[in-house]
């Protein structure tokens, strides 16, 4: 009988660990939904009335003290455009079906998810290392450091899951 390829074979007592995994899997799933809430919001600023609705809310939101990164958004929105906003939603809707993918192959053990999604976070450390270098803030260096802690685990944790399997 040849080897399957999912962690699913391992049974769930000796597999060590399945807690992780869910972690992980729960974490990729919830930004697949946070991902999906922006694209939906970017295709719904595609349309001219209601971008020009959400710019002219901010232009009368009274905030006190913060009145300039206020007018910062407006302008960027406004040099932006509705247009964009298609290809933006298109983007983030290609992340969230990737971290769906992810979370998903997880949750039902499979092998090849612990893998795929070994690729797909090494392959973005680089580019969060670059933004995280070139304009410092926590919330990246956390989402920086929580990438690589997870890459690092799941490459120990995938190593591990072939080692059972052979050892079978």
């Not at 809430?37 to 901010?58: G, K």
């Not at 079906?97 to 976070?121: D, N, P, Q």
Request: proline letters at 4%; a positive charge.
């Amino acid at each position: 009988m040849p080897p399957t390829h999912d962690t699913a074979a391992v049974p769930a007592a000796v597999h060590p660990h399945r807690a992780g995994l869910r972690v992980i899997a729960i974490y990729e799933i919830a930004k697949t939904l946070c991902l999906l809430l922006v694209a939906i919001a970017a295709f719904h600023l595609e349309h001219q009335q209601n971008f020009e609705r959400l710019v002219h809310w901010l232009e009368h939101l009274p905030l006190t003290g913060s009145s300039g990164l206020r007018w910062k958004l407006v302008a960027a929105l406004q040099a932006f455009g509705p247009s964009r906003f298609v290809a933006v939603g298109l983007v983030v809707l290609g992340y969230a079906v990737l971290f769906g993918i992810e979370g998903v192959g997880l949750l039902m053990g499979k092998y090849w998810a612990e893998w795929f999604t070994v690729i797909a976070t090494a392959s973005l450390i680089p580019l969060e290392l670059y933004e995280t270098l070139h304009r410092f803030g926590w919330l990246k260096l956390a989402a920086l450091l929580g990438n690589v802690a997870i890459v690092v685990y799941l490459v120990r944790v995938a190593l591990q899951t072939r080692a059972m399997r052979r050892g079978r």
